[in-house]
């Protein structure tokens, strides 16, 4: 919320603003999203969260990006039930201990069961219980649903657009766009702290990235959290052959979400084991300020820790809020 007399951030950017922003010279823009990091963050901390995939593959709905479809043969996905509460548990330790300050659980479901939600609720209760953040994605909701999760204490839920409106059918085709915005509206209205961001890389113009950031700066309240994926092409999968994006355009991406965004953590979330240091380096200045962290994702890899804490001191980075550990 926004101090007496300050001004809150814009939620009426149009589309020809945006896209005049993706347009301006490297440095200018760099800059500019820079400029707006240090006036709402500290510019050297970094927030950590680590995933678990805590119910694994087998999902009906067609993501074209996504191994966990089972409409996807020949992916590399060991599917895996719903896990046990004291599994999960055990893994969000081992996360604490090494540094993490949240804990994000993903299920790959359309929309979760009753009695499944009910084990989820218990997740988060024990696993907030250990001081950690909880965040969980877990599809559609309903309502009642996210009053559940809010009533166990759940701090943010991940739900993502994805992509622009215009392109999201070439990419699902089995939910629409604004069941994902309904679904939004419900983890709001419930209290729970939103995360919400999309893909880069997956086949879509400028214009369409443009009009995705524009699309979550455009929401009633900004999302806390805005991952910012790049497309991690997975053998099995429709979008495994497409080429990866011009590095120099995720960075882009990542400087308009910022300035967009000013007061909201953009995470440089999936496709970080294809991105060399000095790329994401770029990313945390042009507003990156949080990262998923440990080795795996939900079913693909991420940077090995040894390598994310070289990295940070490197930098300078500090993990925020979770004392010395990089
Ligand atoms: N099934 C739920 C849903 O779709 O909302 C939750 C889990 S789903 C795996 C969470 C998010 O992971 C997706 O919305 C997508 O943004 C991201 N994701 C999945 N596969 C990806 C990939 N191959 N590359 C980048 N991001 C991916
Ligand atoms: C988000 O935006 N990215 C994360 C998290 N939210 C759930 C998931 C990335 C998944 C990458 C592919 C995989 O590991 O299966
Ligand atoms: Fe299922 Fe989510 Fe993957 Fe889509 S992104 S196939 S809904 S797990």
Redesign the pocket.
Known sequence: MSAPGEAGPRHDWTRAEVEALYALPFNDLLHRAHTVHRAHHDPNAVQVST?LSIKTGGCPEDCAY???SARHRGTPVEPAPLMEVEAVVAAAERARAAGATRF?M?AAWRSPRARDLERVCEMVRRVKALGLETCV?LGMLTRAQAERLAEAGLDYY?H?IDTSPDFYPEIISTRRFEERLETLEHVRAAGIRV?C?GIIGMGESRAQRAEMLRVLASLPRHPESV?I?QL?R?PGTPLADLPPPDPFELVRTIAVARILMPRSMV?L??GRTEMSDELQALCFHAGANSI?YGE?????GNPDTGHDRALFRRLGLRPLGAGTHA
């Open positions: 995933l996504c191994p966990q994000c993903g994605t991940n993502n995360c961001g991952p994926n991690v997975v995470r979330s999936a998923f795996r994702l939900l079913t693909t």
